[in-house]
């Protein structure tokens, strides 16, 4: 039986999308020339959904298309097309705070579930690129600044509840995409679920020691109970090396169709998690041990510098811009408390950072576990077609992975977090997860 679309909905292809743009005028002109002209071609290699680049005589677009079913798996798993909304809602809720970082949005088209956007150009999924070892020097301090204002700008330190619970309401409906993460990254990887797949025979025994482990399980619980009722900032909900283009100096993050009010930690660890994986994948795609030594070196400054990036930018923005509900400016300042005031509020920072590096460092472990053991899989990995090679790179990586999750509230810091992955790298035998 066919999926049943609403009227007016129908998925484009490269032969149709040219005369729905052509309707558009401000599209129109900026391709330029006769549609008949347009160059089509059909670009998408994420999970979920149609991507278009259309090229014209005087310029170009990106077309984003939702389909009525999850592309990886095809019509035999329904999903809303309304995810379309949610990325374009969030994408501009976004560019109020961090313009230069997402990407402009030129259309919306509500009943085909269709974003037109600009085409980013020669910018690279940023994933493909750390798989060729290549370095961006601008991606921490773009990350630190968008996760640290998307995340501050939408949650109760900035927003008035009465302005934050109604965004809050129209995400909520965005609940078929965050069941994809409650179901696909908290709870099928431990348990024998009919979509999961692994490296086999390599890792049949950590995969089912994973599924035995009570108090990993325990902590991934905790994990996903914050993921379903912690609606503390709009998160961009799948921020992976996948959802960020790069060139050598700029870098937008793309793709927030997961958006949700949900734990800023779920953002920051994601991210985190999904850097950790290619550090460990890198020795599968080296033609030599140790060759490199100075990629793994670069990615793991990047992790610090990330994290304590963010936690200095997300304290800056909070005290100089308090005008959420949360922790409320008469208590914690001046006035009859006076210095002890302004000491309470450093204090409040420094426990609630801690409490969210704390859910981030869980986070990333969940992260990197559900993309060796889950359905959907990374190419940082995946790529790696000697099986054995990629099975020790996955094995380093889980076993970091199950030590963060059970360990986030004994982690120092984010440095205790790399030299851990550092110690695991130069491990050799084989690696265990305990
Ligand atoms: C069925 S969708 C699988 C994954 O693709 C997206 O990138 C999300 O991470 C989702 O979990
Ligand atoms: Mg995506």
């Known amino acids: 039986m066919p999926i049943e679309t609403p009227e007016g909905y129908r998925a484009l292809d490269e032969a149709s999308l040219p005369a729905f743009l052509a309707t558009l005028p401000e599209i129109r002109d900026r391709l330029g020339g006769a549609a008949t002209d347009w160059r089509v071609s059909e670009v998408g290699d994420g999970n979920l959904n149609l991507v278009f680049i ?3 005589k005087a310029g170009d677009v990106c077309c984003k298309q939702a389909l009525p079913y999850v592309r990886l798996v095809g019509d035999s798993w329904p999903l809303p097309l309304e995810r379309a909304f949610f990325e374009y809602r969030a994408t501009t809720i976004q560019a109020r705070h961090v313009a230069g970082l997402v990407p402009e949005i030129l259309h919306y088209d509500p009943a085909l579930y269709l974003i037109v956007m600009e085409r980013l150009s020669p910018h690279i999924i940023m994933r493909r690129g750390m798989i060729d070892a290549v370095v961006y020097p601008a991606f921490v301090d773009h990350l630190v600044e ?5 995340l501050y700008f939408t949650s109760d330190l900035a ?3 009465a302005e934050k619970k109604p965004l809050m309401a129209t995400f909520a409906g965005n609940t078929a995409l965050c069941k994809i993460t409650e179901d696909l990254i908290f709870t099928d990887p431990y348990r024998i679920a009919p979509l999961n ?10 995969a089912a020691a994973i599924r035995s482990d009570g108090e990993l399980k325990r902590a991934v619980s905790v994990l996903k109970y914050k993921f379903l009722c912690h609606g503390e900032a709009l998160l961009h909900g799948d921020l992976h090396t996948g959802s960020i283009m790069v060139t050598q100096t700029d870098t937008r993050v793309i793709d927030p169709e997961f958006a949700f009010f949900g734990p800023m930690g779920f953002d920051v660890g994601k991210l985190i998690g999904n850097l950790l994986l290619s550090y460990f994948s890198q020795a599968g795609h080296e033609n030599a041990p140790g060759e490199r030594d100075d990629y793994r070196q670069w990615t793991l400054e990047t992790i610090e510098r990330f994290w304590n990036g963010f936690e200095r930018r997300f304290v800056e923005l909070w005290t100089q811009n308090r005008t959420g509900d949360a922790f409320p ?4 300042e001046a006035g009859e408390s006076g210095e002890a005031g302004l000491r309470a509020l450093g204090q409040a920072q420094h426990a609630f950072m801690r409490g969210l590096f704390e859910d981030a460092v869980g986070y990333a472990g969940t992260s990197m576990i559900r993309r060796i053991l889950g359905l959907a899989h990374n190419i940082d990995l995946e790529l790696i077609e000697d099986q054995g090679r990629r099975a020790d790179c996955e094995r380093r990586t889980l076993s970091l992975a199950v030590d963060l999750i059970k360990q986030a509230k004994q982690i120092p810091s984010i440095e205790a977090v790399t030299a851990k992955a550092e110690t695991l790298q130069a491990t050799t035998g084989t690696v265990s997860t305990g």
Not at 329 to 332: A, G, M, S, V
Request: aromatic share 12%; charged share 30%; proline share 12%.
């Open 329 to 332: 400016p008469d208590l914690f």
């Open 146 to 150: 968008y996760s640290a204002k998307s």
């Open 54 to 56: 259309v090229e014209g």
């Open 197 to 206: 797949r692994w490296t086999s025979p390599e890792l049949d025994e950590v």
């Open 159 to 161: 927003l008035p509840a």
